[in-house]
């Protein structure tokens, strides 16, 4: 075991050596293992944007809310079955929680209707278009996962009274107050104005596609009233314990049925939909993002590879002489073959930390350059883009290491 | 003329009828046909032949560089012709200090280091190691090139440092393939007179040499020929010698 520590130490003390007395050539091979790993911890890192992105933007939904709608989140194939189905009103709500609080042990906590329109927003003389109208109740901030820049919520009185107050995202606030507060403020929507009690904190963009915080959210009164007279809608339903979503989508399904008055042989016209399902539908496509992402950028790691490979090869036969001598004072064949090793793996992990210093700081300017593009700088990409580094060193430097292990000393001490 | 005058140590090498064939394409060529050999501790002895007479090969055997194809070769009563490479390298390691012709130093290390090396191998501990290549070097004649790098010593300093390298783990034999080889006739005499100090000191010394006059300086010569040892006495004969070399 000691003597395994001093070979050790003497294959590190000759692998720096060498690397000295060859420092042009090391440093070009250690540049194929650079570029290699900036590649792939740059892409690592847009990888580690991207799940956080899409974890974010899939937050927003709540992992303890079931949404019931006339449309499953999957792609269907047979749409026709869907699109004659019967609209999803929001009285259900009503219904759906005087069922919930006669039904003891229930999964369920509370439904909520919510129903939407897109419109303009005015104040003064901005406005901002295509704005998300919300109308919906006071309880809705329970599965709402948003925080308040200012102001608060409208209350259950504003609620069921239907008054003409809102809360608008950041965006809306944003370009039609960009320096007072929007608070007490009355905004334009429809010609109808509505007093600004709470302006939501930014949320972002889902999946970068549409951004979150254009939206306006009012009771459902005043929305009915102004917007549409048909009570289409969307039902959030909050369960008590998430860990019983199954169930809870179980329970909430029997309850629809009732409500829908469906009898036993009939299907269900409606969906019931949750942040999973919609998670193991855009899954697989950001996994093969991920994956086709790494195999390219790997590529590059794998011609560093083989440039040291190459390289140790050479060193190999160079030192034939070397290798017989330190045979003949002793060195065994696994003495032999780890100083190649080490040789091999000393450069790689060079290479390794040279070009995640280069990641770094390219991620570093990145984020200044476009704060909205997704990096994620990780110890954890650190401690793998090391391990890859050695194991790049081990895996290409084996071959050689192991001829060098095998040369014959009789034949390697006559070699010039 | 010197003689072996001194009584000899225990057996070191015995070695009983060994052949050594290679196989080069389609022919065999047998190096060695049939030597035996005892070496004794404290033996100085010349092994001598023309270029082709099996010399190099013995060599090797002795030095538990290469294994015969047949025969028996006990190095102090242990059995190497069936000896596995780590066993070989571990006798190579503790009992044979070698002496090569082209010195064989590592280039970019420093005498001490160079020196230091076999001793990393036998897995002794960095004080005990310097203090032990700090003391042969001395023993050289070297304690003031010791952080010196081979290119910075002369060809006879070079020498000198293969040899404390060679003493450095207190070997059974010290095995010198043509020491004096590359260097002029001045400083091979000063190696010379190393070994015969090293001798004198209880060392036991095998070398290998086509030069009379560097053999001359061996107690007990052997002369091979054609694989096979045409004569093996003590001291020198050069009238004897003169005749085994220039026979047709």
């Known amino acids: 075991m000691r003597r395994f520590l001093y070979e050790l130490s003497e294959s590190w003390k000759i692998a720096a050596s060498q690397m000295r007395s060859n420092l042009t050539r090391s440093a070009l091979t250690a540049l194929g293992v650079i570029i290699g790993i900036v590649a792939v911890t740059l892409m690592g890192t847009a990888i580690g944007g991207i799940q956080v992105g899409f974890d974010k933007s899939m937050s927003i939904f709540g992992d303890d809310v079931l949404y019931v709608g006339q449309w499953p989140w999957r792609k269907v194939d047979d749409w026709w079955n869907y699109r004659d189905r019967k609209k999803i009103k929001t009285e259900y709500a009503d219904a ?32 901002v278009s295509n704005v998300l109208v919300r109308g919906t109740v006071s309880d809705y901030i329970i599965t709402s996962t948003f925080d308040f820049k200012e102001g608060r919520f409208f209350n259950d009185l504003e609620s069921r009274g239907g008054a003409n107050v809102c809360v608008v995202g950041y965006d809306v606030a ?28 930014r949320q972002g963009s889902f ?58 042989e009939k299907k269900d016209d409606f969906s ?35 440039g040291i490979m190459n390289i140790t090869f050479v060193s190999v036969k160079e030192r034939t002489k070397e290798i017989g001598t330190r045979k003949a004072l002793g060195a065994r064949r696994r003495t032999i073959l780890l100083q190649f090793l080490i040789e091999s793996t000393a450069l790689c992990l060079l290479g390794g930390i040279i070009g995640l210093g280069f ?24 401690v793998i883009s090391m391990v890859v580094s050695v194991m790049t060193g081990l895996i290409s430097g084996f071959a050689p290491a192991w001829t060098a292990s095998r040369l014959d000393p009789v034949t390697a001490l006559r070699y010039e | 003329m010197v003689t072996s005058t001194r009584p000899v140590g225990p057996l070191v090498i015995d070695i009983e009828n060994i052949t050594k064939d290679y196989v080069m394409g389609e022919e065999t060529v047998h190096a060695l046909r049939g030597v035996s050999l005892q070496i004794h501790k404290t033996e100085y002895i010349a092994i001598m032949g023309p270029s082709g007479s099996g010399k190099s090969t013995l060599m090797n055997m002795l030095g538990c560089l290469d294994t015969p194809t047949s025969g028996r070769y006990e190095f102090n009563g242990k059995n190497v012709a069936e000896m596995n490479d780590d066993e070989l390298a571990a006798i190579r390691n503790r009992e044979i200090g070698f002496v090569f012709q082209t010195f064989n130093l590592l280039p970019r290390s420093t005498s001490l280091r160079n020196v230091e090396l076999p001793l990393i191998y036998a897995g002794i501990d960095p004080d005990t190691r310097e203090e032990m290549a700090t003391h042969v070097l001395h023993e050289v004649g070297l304690g003031d090139r010791m952080n010196h790098k081979p290119n910075e010593l002369s060809g006879g300093q070079r020498q000198r440092v293969a040899v404390a390298r060679a003493l450095v ?55 091979l020929r054609d694989g096979l040892i045409e004569t093996d006495h003590a001291g020198f004969i050069p009238e004897l010698d003169l005749v085994a070399l220039e026979r047709p």
């Open chain 1, 272 to 306: 019931i939909n949750e942040q999973q399902a919609l998670k193991s539908t855009l899954d697989p496509i950001k996994n093969s993002i991920a994956v086709a992402g790494l195999f390219i950028t790997g590529l590059s790691l794998f011609v560093g590879a083989i």
């Open chain 1, 96 to 127: 759906l929680n005087r069922m919930i609080a006669m039904t003891p042990n229930s999964n369920l906590m509370i439904a909520i209707p919510t129903s939407s329109v897109i419109r303009s927003v005015k104040y003064a003389d901005s406005e």
């Open chain 1, 174 to 201: 944003d370009a039609l107050f960009p320096s007072a507060s929007p608070i007490d403020k009355s905004v334009l929507i429809n010609g109808q104005p509505f007093k600004i009690v709470g302006v939501i904190a």
């Open chain 2, 169 to 223: 783990n207190k070997p059974s034999i010290i095995l010198a393939d043509e020491p004096t080889g590359n260097l002029d006739s001045k400083t091979g005499e000063e190696i010379m007179a190393l070994f015969e100090d090293l001798y004198q000191r209880g060392n036991t010394i095998i070398l290998v040499t086509h030069e009379r006059d560097i053999a001359v300086h061996a107690r007990r010569t052997v002369h």
């Open chain 1, 207 to 264: 999946l970068g596609l549409f951004s979150l915080d254009s939206i306006v959210v009012m009771p459902l009164p005043a929305f009915q009233k102004y917007f549409t007279a048909k009570s289409e809608a969307d039902i959030l339903v909050k369960v008590k314990d998430k860990t019983k979503l199954a169930e809870a989508k179980d329970e909430l399904g029997g309850l629809m049925r009732r409500v829908r008055g469906l009898p036993p």
């Open chain 1, 359 to 382: 990641a770094f700081a390219m991620c570093f300017l990145i984020g200044i350059a476009f704060p909205s593009f997704p990096t994620q700088f990780s110890t954890g990409l650190v």
